[in-house]
Every structure is written in C-alpha cells, then in structure tokens.
C-alpha cells in the first residue's frame, strides 16, 4: 500500500466574507426556472502562504418575467499556510487547490439559504478546477 502524497499547504481559515439572498415572495412553481451561475476565483501570495478568493453569483429566472425570481451572491475566503515543500507549487494551489476546497462551503451555503427561503434546495454542480485552470490559460496565450 502507498502512502499518500501530503500537500505542503494546511487550511488556517475558511472565511464567509458575503452572503446575500433574494427570491421574490410569489413564484409560479409550475413555470420552468432556467438558473445562470458567474464563479470567480482568485488569489494572493502572502507571507505564510496564500489567501484565495470564490466568489459565486446565482439568478433563476422564468422566461417572460423581468425579474429573476432568485438571486444570491457568495463570497468565501481561505487562508492557507505553506509548510514545507510539497508536491504543488504556490500557483497551482491558488488556481486549482484551493478554490476547490472553499466551493463546497459555496454550495453549502447556496443550498441551505434556498431551503431556509422555502424553494427546493439549490444544488450546484461540481466544478472541475483543474480544467477551468486549463481554459484560462489557453484563453490567455
């Protein structure tokens, strides 16, 4: 049996930086809800490591209508600490690591705003970090 391979970065803090929710008080549930999602990631060198930043922006709305009948905006930091050398260097971490690893808390927080305003719960799906790194890079040569 292998061991496995130990990133040289630890979690300090995972940070709720904003959270605002929004639905309108009627919704017509029997109207299809075509959702759209805008996710930003980013990040910073610090002294001990890294601070990374995701950022989420969520609308549904229903064909005809004006306004989006949800809205909502996340803002989730982390702070991690680099200890040592490891495998994954400073800016692979920031632009694949650890926004993979502050999303869920994005899709936690998404889906329990939804079912605390009485909608069926919001699931976001997975987000393949490695591939979005991959498409900016391409996007930028």
């Known amino acids: 049996m292998t061991s496995p391979v130990l990133s040289s970065f630890q979690i300090q803090?995972?940070?709720?930086?904003?959270?605002n929710f929004k639905r309108k008080d009627i919704i017509d549930f029997t109207k299809e809800q075509k959702?759209?999602?805008?996710?930003k990631t980013s990040y910073l060198k610090?002294?001990?490591?890294?601070?990374?930043?995701?950022?989420?922006?969520?609308?549904?709305s229903i064909d005809g209508e004006t306004v989006p009948v949800v809205e909502a905006?996340?803002?989730?930091?982390?702070?991690?600490?680099?200890q040592g050398e490891g495998p994954i260097d400073i800016d692979t971490f920031g632009k694949v690591n650890a926004p993979a690893i502050i999303y869920p808390f994005i899709r936690e927080q998404l889906s329990s705003l939804s079912l605390k305003a009485s909608l069926t719960p919001i699931l976001l799906p997975p987000v393949n970090f490695q591939?979005?790194?991959?498409?900016?890079?391409?996007?930028?040569?």
């Open 13 to 19: 803090a995972i940070i709720m930086i904003e959270s």
């Open 35 to 39: 959702p759209s999602l805008d996710l």
């Open 46 to 60: 610090t002294a001990e490591g890294l601070y990374c930043l995701v950022e989420l922006a969520y609308k549904a």
């Open 73 to 82: 905006s996340i803002k989730i930091g982390g702070n991690f600490i680099k």
């Open 131 to 141: 591939a979005v790194s991959e498409q900016n890079t391409a996007k930028k040569q």
